[in-house]
């Protein structure tokens, strides 16, 4: 039995490891299933389908991809008469958004639910309303109408799935390259060491997706993180989670670890934590960890509308302070910012420009901006909803962080005009930020770079067009 997998996201530096994670597990549970995921950066989908005789297709979709994943899955239905599947954040979020072009939604948690859906389609050779009410976590329509399964049960211990197989991946992820994050060359990857986030800031879809959290073991950690070193060479991991550095007795059991199996001598790594939780304890750890770099969601440097966003657990003084300390123990410090809030005045905005300022003066080595997105599950999206921005059919390329000149949470009252000169003057600060990295990059890694291009003839033209199209 054949399984493919579409992943959406065409970016050659993340790797589908929330398919890896799904692929692993169905072909652990049962060998005789073969899964491949089909990747849009590096194949052809309709080419692979056409040559391919798959039985079951899932494609997994991020809300600002579930346009193309809708377009795909037409394209798909012309090819074969095979079932198709949608998963990922946006229909575990807005189930009822589930297009008629496809079979079955999977909801939530996948690796279990599609496991089952495998195991009855190989008993029965087709999936009918009577055999997917079996399968718990589903929404498919039954008689003209959306019908729902019970509620998939989370997963209690993250440990009893599998250690990934990244060898699911396309190889080209593990190439030698210059790492844009980190400002040096090497090979890097991605690993997931927990599921979920205590905090509920109101634009995040994370605590409605996962419900609770949950974390792998330390060993469990140490043992994937060995398995990256030993098989692809891997010497950059970026920490997906969405708060790693929640539990600081965890923090140095995996440090812990780390060093007794020499992981910390081979390995640099990046996480996401907050900045209400950064002290010179935590940078302690962090420093034993070997994680030079993180990464904040600044959001705004107007506390109102920071208690707006993340309910008032974080202030614009804790994040210019975590800034100043963690540089201080040479940590660099990357973060974003957010602009077109609901209820944002050009004051606030401007004191978000004045919070960038304050960053760069405190050396942080990167900020990004984004334009305040509504994503389903989420208050924003409420809010978006009931001032008509936002529907469960709706034409969902408008969900970009980059929408300058169509913000959709931006109120009636601020004139577009000088929402995007104020959005653009922080843009103009940000990209000085970067070229300067560039500059220090080169700088740093002079030679490298040469023998980089030099081997790689792509690389120039691809660095030309990112600077041509001015690509973030």
Same mark, same amino acid.
Request: hydrophobic content about 40%.
């Given at each position: 039995?054949?399984?493919g997998?579409?992943?959406?996201?065409?970016?050659?530096?993340?790797? &589908?490891?929330?398919l890896?994670?799904?692929?692993?597990?169905?072909?652990?549970?049962?060998?005789?299933?073969?899964?491949?995921?089909?990747?849009?950066?590096?194949?052809?989908?309709?080419?692979?389908?056409?040559?391919?005789?798959?039985?079951?297709?899932?494609?997994? =979709?991020?809300?600002?991809?579930?346009?193309?994943?809708?377009?795909?899955?037409?394209?798909?239905?012309?090819?074969?008469?095979?079932?198709?599947?949608?998963?990922?954040?946006?229909?575990?979020?807005?189930?009822? /958004?589930?297009? $008629?072009?496809?079979?079955?939604?999977?909801?939530?948690?996948?690796?279990?639910?599609?496991?089952?859906?495998?195991?009855?389609?190989?008993?029965?050779?087709?999936?009918?309303?009577?055999?997917?009410?079996?399968?718990?976590?589903?929404?498919?329509?039954?008689?003209?109408?959306?019908f729902?399964?019970?509620?998939?049960t989370?997963?209690?211990?993250?440990?009893?799935?599998?250690?990934?197989?990244?060898?699911?991946?396309?190889?080209?992820?593990?190439?030698?390259?210059?790492?844009?994050?980190w400002g040096?060359?090497?090979?890097?990857?991605?690993?997931?060491?927990?599921?979920?986030?205590?905090?509920?800031?109101?634009?995040?879809?994370?605590?409605?997706?996962?419900?609770r959290?949950?974390?792998? /073991?330390p060993?469990?950690? =140490?043992?994937?993180?060995e398995y990256?070193?030993?098989?692809?060479?891997?010497?950059?991991?970026?920490?997906?989670?969405?708060l790693?550095?929640?539990?600081?007795?965890?923090?140095?059991?995996?440090?812990?670890?780390?060093?007794?199996?020499?992981?910390?001598?081979?390995?640099?790594?990046?996480?996401? &934590?907050?900045?209400?939780?950064?002290?010179?304890?935590?940078?302690?750890?962090?420093?034993?960890?070997?994680? $030079?770099?993180?990464?904040?969601?600044?959001?705004?440097?107007?506390?109102r509308?920071l208690?707006?966003?993340?309910?008032?657990?974080?202030?614009?003084?804790?994040?210019?302070?975590?800034?100043?300390?963690?540089?201080?123990?040479?940590?660099?410090v990357?973060?974003?910012?957010?602009?077109?809030?609901?209820?944002?005045?050009?004051?606030?905005?401007?004191?978000?420009?004045?919070?960038?300022?304050?960053?760069?003066?405190?050396?942080?080595?990167?900020? %990004?901006?984004f334009?305040?997105?509504?994503?389903?599950?989420?208050?924003? %999206?409420?809010?978006?909803?009931?001032r008509?921005?936002?529907?469960?059919?709706?034409?969902w390329?408008?969900?970009?962080?980059? #929408?300058?000149?169509?913000?959709l949470?931006?109120?009636?009252?601020?004139?577009?005009?000088?929402?995007?000169?104020?959005?653009?003057?922080?843009?103009?600060?940000?990209?000085?930020?970067k %070229?300067?990295?560039?500059?220090?990059?080169?700088k #740093?890694?002079? %030679?490298?770079?040469?023998?980089?291009?030099?081997?790689?003839?792509?690389?120039?033209?691809?660095?030309?067009?990112?600077?041509? /199209?001015?690509?973030?």
């Open positions: 039995m054949n399984v997998l579409i992943y959406l996201n065409q970016s050659t530096r993340a790797i &589908p490891l929330g890896i994670y799904i692929a692993t597990y169905v072909m652990e549970k049962d060998a005789s299933i073969n899964t491949k995921i089909i990747d849009m950066n590096f194949e052809d989908v309709i080419d692979t389908i056409k040559k391919a005789k798959f039985d079951i297709i899932g494609i997994n =979709a991020m809300t600002v991809e579930y346009g193309e994943a809708i377009k795909i899955a037409h394209k798909i239905r012309r090819e074969t008469s095979a079932p198709l599947i949608t998963g990922g954040p946006h229909i575990s979020t807005l189930p009822e /958004s589930l297009d $008629p072009i496809f079979d079955i939604g999977v909801i939530g948690e996948g690796e279990q639910t599609m496991h089952e859906l495998t195991q009855v389609f190989k008993r029965d050779g087709k999936f009918n309303q009577d055999n997917l009410s079996e399968v718990d976590g589903l929404v498919y329509r039954k008689e003209g109408q959306l729902y399964t019970n509620p998939r989370l997963v209690p211990n993250l440990d009893s799935f599998p250690i990934p197989d990244y060898s699911l991946a396309n190889r080209r992820y593990f190439q030698y390259r210059n790492l844009n994050t040096e060359f090497g090979i890097e990857t991605c690993i997931i060491t927990s599921r979920g986030c205590p905090y509920k800031c109101i634009f995040c879809s994370t605590t409605q997706l996962w419900k959290v949950r974390q792998h /073991s060993e469990y950690v =140490a043992k994937t993180v990256l070193v030993d098989e692809f060479n891997v010497d950059h991991i970026q920490i997906w989670d969405d790693f550095t929640i539990n600081k007795t965890r923090l140095r059991s995996v440090a812990q670890l780390f060093k007794e199996n020499g992981i910390t001598k081979k390995v640099k790594f990046n996480c996401q &934590p907050r900045a209400n939780l950064i002290d010179e304890e935590f940078c302690d750890i962090l420093i034993d960890l070997n994680i $030079p770099l993180i990464l904040f969601g600044f959001e705004s440097g107007s506390d509308i208690k707006l966003l993340k309910g008032g657990k974080v202030s614009v003084e804790q994040n210019k302070n975590a800034i100043s300390m963690c540089v201080r123990r040479g940590i660099k990357q973060g974003s910012v957010i602009f077109g809030s609901p209820g944002e005045s050009l004051e606030d905005m401007q004191k978000t420009l004045d919070f960038i300022d304050f960053a760069i003066k405190a050396k942080a080595d990167r900020i %990004w901006s334009v305040m997105t509504p994503f389903p599950a989420t208050k924003i %999206w409420e809010i978006a909803k009931e008509g921005k936002v529907s469960n059919n709706m034409d390329s408008l969900l970009s962080h980059q #929408n300058i000149d169509h913000p949470l931006l109120d009636d009252d601020i004139p577009i005009k000088e929402f995007v000169k104020i959005f653009k003057k922080g843009r103009a600060k940000l990209n000085r930020m %070229w300067n990295k560039i500059r220090s990059f080169i #740093n890694n002079f %030679w490298d770079t040469v023998k980089y291009v030099l081997s790689n003839p792509n690389a120039i033209k691809l660095t030309i067009w990112q600077v041509i /199209s001015k690509r973030e």
